[in-house]
T-cell receptor, first 114, second 115 residues
Framework: KQEVTQIPAALSVPEGENLVLNCSFT??????LQWFRQDPGKGLTSLLL?????REQTSGRLNASLDKSSGRSTLYIAASQPGDSATYLC?????????????FGAGTQVVVTP | ETGVTQTPRHLVMGMTNKKSLKCEQH?????MYWYKQSAKKPLELMFV???????ENNSVPSRFSPECPNSSHLFLHLHTLQPEDSALYLC??????????????FGEGSRLTVL
């Protein structure tokens, strides 16, 4: 059974500092990995999707890396801003019986202080 | 309308009521999902529909009944719920390709409170 862990559970940084969020998974036979952002009481917003054949994906200030052999993905957010305060979740996808499954981590709650 | 829309955004119901949650996706995707998000717990997959056929029922109690009349609409019918069913219910859609889920897009969620 795939297990997904996100450490730390919470993180507080001053504005301007770079954010490093970690996601680890137990089974390296993954199809893809997706990073999401969730604001309080809201749905999830997709940030980046990394296919299993890729090592990283970038979008603006966001960069996500994937190392399947070590079962890790890291989300980097450069020059953090107060608007980056949210919970960040990773989800690991794998194939099963003709479609796919996703396993979510519990998330890292981020607070960026002005 | 764009993306994935869910209604109602908030719902309060008694244990004997019957209500429904609605989800509509405007992305042309072929798969739709219901997730449950409770406080301090990871997202739990409830149901998956691929091309309007249910492909996953993740041991969900029968008091939750999904319906997918077409590839754009998904419902979750609720009856005789328990207070522990209070949670944020999230709908998502994706395009299934080559056996994987593809990129998931979520709605804003329906916050359910069972009294």
């Amino acid at each position: 059974k795939q297990e997904v862990t996100q450490i730390p559970a919470a993180l507080s940084v001053p504005e301007g500092e770079n954010l490093v969020l970690n996601c680890s998974f137990t089974d390296s036979a993954i199809y893809n990995l997706q990073w999401f952002r969730q604001d309080p009481g809201k749905g999830l917003t997709s940030l980046l999707l990394i296919q299993s054949s890729q090592r990283e994906q970038t979008s603006g200030r966001l960069n996500a890396s994937l190392d399947k052999s070590s079962g890790r993905s890291t989300l980097y957010i450069a020059a953090s801003q107060p608007g980056d305060s949210a919970t960040y979740l990773c989800a690991v996808g794998w194939k099963i019986e003709g479609w796919g499954k996703l396993q979510f981590g519990a998330g890292t709650q981020v607070v960026v202080t002005p | 309308e764009t993306g994935v829309t869910q209604t109602p955004r908030h719902l309060v119901m008694g244990m004997t009521n019957k209500k429904s949650l609605k989800c509509e996706q405007h992305l042309g995707h072929n798969a739709m999902y219901w997730y449950k998000q409770s406080a301090k717990k990871p997202l739990e997959l409830m149901f998956v529909y691929s091309l309007e056929e249910r492909v996953e029922n993740n041991s969900v109690p029968s008091r939750f009944s999904p319906e997918c009349p077409n590839s754009s609409h998904l419902f979750l019918h609720l009856h005789t719920l328990q207070p522990e069913d209070s949670a944020l219910y999230l709908c998502a859609s994706s395009q299934l390709t080559g056996g994987g889920t593809g990129e998931l897009f979520f709605g804003e969620g329906s916050r359910l409170t069972v009294l």
